[in-house]
């Protein structure tokens, strides 16, 4: 089969992670996997990139079976449309692109637009959660059977120490809008009564804009000497095993694979009732509270800064549910068996 991936694969975000391990997964499995980089500028390529994409799509030969990462896809209607009855055409869908973060009006009507006539062309969609696929079948038309629910699997992780004198405050994610970076800092000011540092991981690459806004407003609000902007790094494990809480307030996750770390690393969580974040984060694992509430963030910051034995409850109860989630190996036998599907359709 064939995997088609803009931008570069080595990217450090929860989507190309899941895009790599899943086809390191499908290689362990015996499958043979053709990687097709579409190239860059997704979901708002300009019209040579889109062309350039579309003409290596297309140049598929007849039959062939194509897993498309859906921060292309959703703006491929065109191509999805006239190539759809040659080719096996499955979507990966992380979330839809009309539920990013910091879009306009017009940009988010013609985004669901696209989406909506892309998926209406393909033989089979995965996605990386139940949330997601509710969206899907209730917003885009896309019958349930087709869609097949493949959660992120997590890597087994050491125990966070969480025994730091002054409690360290972790936050991964890339500062984008969609991330919520700017209400972390809001809440972390109300509390700077309190003893803690902060540390916010993540790439200034995707929005330098707000990349920018993020590190004028640390200084704005006098935090400098207590948060630090590391940008993007090679490994966050270290980080995530000498943290005491993590804290992301994210506005939209189709999934939140960090969520899914800081559990497997026993980390106490404070987020946001945001997309599929209820779905990864037990009630008795994390504190979530409403989208840009920095208030209620700072709230849920105190209590678990307030009280280590709330914080420790926290903390076990995460420990114990990051044991239990599902392994890479998993997640790639779920698509694997997706995959096998559509290769019997197409030989029948």
Excluded at 9 to 37: F, N, Q, S
Excluded at 80 to 107: C, M
């Amino acid at each position: 089969m064939t995997f088609a991936f803009p931008g570069a694969l080595e990217t450090k975000t929860g989507g190309y992670g899941y895009d790599r391990r899943v086809i390191a997964g499908l290689l362990e499995l015996g499958w043979d996997v053709e990687l097709l980089p579409l190239g860059a500028g997704f979901p708002f390529p300009d019209e040579e990139s889109l062309t350039g994409a579309e003409r290596l799509l297309s140049a598929l030969p007849d039959g062939a079976c194509v897993l498309v990462d859906g921060l292309a896809f959703g703006v491929l209607d065109v191509w999805a449309a006239r190539d759809a009855q040659r080719l096996q055409i499955i979507a990966l869908v992380h979330h839809p692109l009309a539920l990013e973060t910091g879009l306009d009006g017009n940009q988010r009507r013609r985004l669901e637009a696209q989406e909506h006539r892309a998926l209406s062309q393909v033989a089979a969609v995965i996605v990386t959660s139940p949330m997601t696929a509710r969206e899907l079948t209730e917003n885009y038309s896309v019958p349930a059977s087709l869609i097949t629910v493949a959660v992120p699997g997590t890597n087994p992780a050491p125990a966070a120490r969480n025994s730091n004198a002054v409690p360290r405050i972790l936050s991964i994610g890339s500062l984008t809008a969609r991330k919520g970076h700017d209400v972390l800092l809001a809440a972390l000011k109300q509390i700077e009564d309190l003893p803690w540092s902060a540390t916010i991981v993540g790439s200034t690459a995707f929005d330098p804009h707000t990349s920018a806004y993020l590190q004028s407003l640390v200084e704005e609000l006098g935090l400098q000497h207590r948060v630090v902007l590391t940008g993007e790094v090679e490994d966050a494990t270290a980080l995530l095993a000498t943290a005491d809480i993590f804290a992301l307030a994210s506005r939209y996750e189709g999934y939140g694979m960090v969520f899914a770390e800081a559990l497997a690393h026993g980390l106490p969580i404070v987020a946001c009732h945001a997309g599929a974040v209820p779905d990864v984060v037990p009630e008795d694992a994390g504190l979530l509270v409403a989208v840009d509430d920095a208030g209620g963030f700072a709230g849920a910051l105190r209590t678990l800064l307030g009280s280590p034995e709330i914080r420790r409850s926290y903390a076990d109860a995460s420990r114990r549910h990051g044991r239990a989630l599902p392994g890479w190996d998993v997640t790639a036998r779920i698509i694997a068996e997706c995959l096998e599907a559509q290769f019997k359709q197409r030989r029948s």
